[in-house]
């Protein structure tokens, strides 16, 4: 998996060895581990998927994650992304809409050995609060618009990545907070379920 990430354009070799340290199998059902180091995204259960590795190295080398940052991630999933956030910048705050897919995260995090992640039950839409501001904000589920309260949070200087589109399709957009606002460039195509909130979409 790691080569074919190399192969596909990741560069930074401290997200590759990330890679090499989290045990994808062990955060996929036990019928899918046969193809848990295939670049394709797996179902979780409950409408949910763990994202192709490409995608999830995509997003996360947009951020530039580095030891020190105060990492927010919206939508834990499975785990896997935050054990791999969590292994390059230390402590990870994670929000989970679904409290099945908590609880199965909590599990894989023991499985796997990984300590360093706080999560909550909740609206992803709005963060954590108290807990920031966050240099980096990855958000893994698509919404019509850039959250407000997600980017209240954010530090001044620091990056967010979110897809930003329709239900289907979308843009993935890296922001970096500004005095003023944010600078917004996009990264590339995209297509991930939908941020269910309250700056999100419907239920």
Excluded: K
Aim: hydrophobic fraction near 45%.
């Amino acid at each position: 998996m790691v080569e074919e990430l190399r192969r596909q354009g990741i560069e930074d070799e401290e997200l590759l060895r990330a890679f090499q340290r989290v045990p994808r199998h062990l955060f996929v059902d036990e019928a899918l581990t046969a193809r848990a180091y295939r670049d394709g995204s797996l179902p979780i259960g409950h409408g949910q998927t763990i994202s192709r590795p490409l995608t999830i190295a995509h997003m996360i080398e947009t951020l530039a994650v580095r030891p020190g940052d105060a990492v927010l991630e919206v939508g834990t999933g499975s785990g896997y992304q935050a054990a791999l956030l969590s292994s390059l910048a230390g402590s990870v705050f994670t929000v989970e809409r679904l409290p099945a897919l908590a609880e199965r995260a909590r599990v894989n995090w023991r499985r796997a050995g990984v300590t360093e992640v706080r999560m909550r039950i909740g609206d992803g839409t709005l963060g954590w609060p108290g807990a920031g501001p966050f240099t980096v904000i990855l958000v893994s589920a698509a919404a019509p618009d850039v959250p407000r309260t997600l980017l209240s949070q954010l530090a001044i200087g620091g990056r967010m990545v979110i897809p930003v589109g329709g239900a289907f399709r979308q843009t993935l957009r890296r922001l970096v907070r500004t005095e003023i606002g944010a600078r917004v460039e996009d990264a590339g195509e995209c297509a991930f379920v939908r941020l269910i909130g309250s700056e999100g979409f419907a239920e």
